[in-house]
T-cell receptor
Framework: EAGVTQFPSHSVIEKGQTVTLRCDPISGHDNLYWYRRVMGKEIKFLLHFVKESKQDESGMPNNRFLAERTGGTYSTLKVQPAELEDSGVYFC????????????????FGQGTRLTVV | QQQVKQSPQSLIVQKGGISIINCAYENTAFDYFPWYQQFPGKGPALLIAIRPDVSEKKEGRFTISFNKSAKQFSLHIMDSQPGDSATYFCAAKAHGGATNKLIFGTGTLLAVQP
């Protein structure tokens, strides 16, 4: 079974340019999350989709970031225009619905996209 | 404000030794505490997790110790091996609510020397 897949693995762009990151979750997972790790700091929550709906976008830094999940399948995260402080590793994760008996279900992470803004 | 504080930032352990990583939290609504292991070039992967109704959980060489009153939890890696060298993240999640977001610590880079 394929895991969470992210494209591209690395991206180097100039300040002011636009970059779009893509995440393909595990098939059948309704929950999709975006996280970001700035060098040496914690992995920070950005956004949570349930199917195609944004459940929680409290972690989005500002309106330069736009996340979409068309048809409840793959998701894209666009940064426009990119700034130097946007550099970091962007992780996508997916999980099934919370199980009524056992509670939380495991979140599976992709390998991340390393974004460098110069 | 960092909700989950993790220490140390880095750790060097000899093969066969015990690796200990500590985390502390403030939010008493947290009720799920996973540890993630991340190898270079890979995403974080769930290693072991605990709920606050137990004080310890063991899976093979990995043990979580949980102190609810102190709001602290730790990961112990017994008989550490070079293959355990990775970055370890503690995390926490609050029960209920509409979101299942994880709150992570800053990570600990573990190096196990042969």
């Amino acid at each position: 079974e394929a895991g969470v897949t992210q494209f591209p693995s690395h991206s180097v762009i100039e300040k002011g340019q636009t970059v779009t990151l893509r995440c393909d979750p595990i098939s059948g997972h309704d929950n999709l999350y975006w996280y970001r790790r700035v060098m040496g700091k914690e992995i920070k929550f950005l956004l949570h989709f349930v199917k195609e709906s944004k459940q929680d976008e409290s972690g989005m830094p500002n309106n330069r970031f736009l996340a979409e999940r068309t048809g409840g399948t793959y998701s894209t995260l666009k940064v426009q225009p990119a700034e130097l402080e946007d550099s970091g590793v962007y992780f996508c994760a997916s999980s099934q619905d919370r199980d009524r008996v056992i509670g939380d279900t495991e979140a599976f992470f992709g390998q991340g996209t390393r974004l460098t803004v110069v | 404000q960092q909700q989950v504080k993790q220490s140390p930032q880095s750790l060097i352990v000899q093969k066969g030794g015990i690796s200990i990583i500590n985390c502390a939290y403030e939010n008493t609504a947290f009720d799920y505490f996973p540890w993630y292991q991340q190898f270079p070039g890979k995403g974080p992967a769930l290693l072991i997790a605990i709920r606050p109704d137990v004080s310890e959980k063991k899976e093979g060489r990995f043990t979580i110790s949980f102190n609810k009153s102190a709001k602290q939890f730790s990961l112990h890696i017994m008989d550490s091996q070079p293959g355990d060298s990775a970055t370890y993240f503690c995390a926490a999640k609050a029960h209920g609510g509409a979101t299942n977001k994880l709150i992570f610590g800053t990570g600990t880079l573990l190096a196990v020397q042969p």
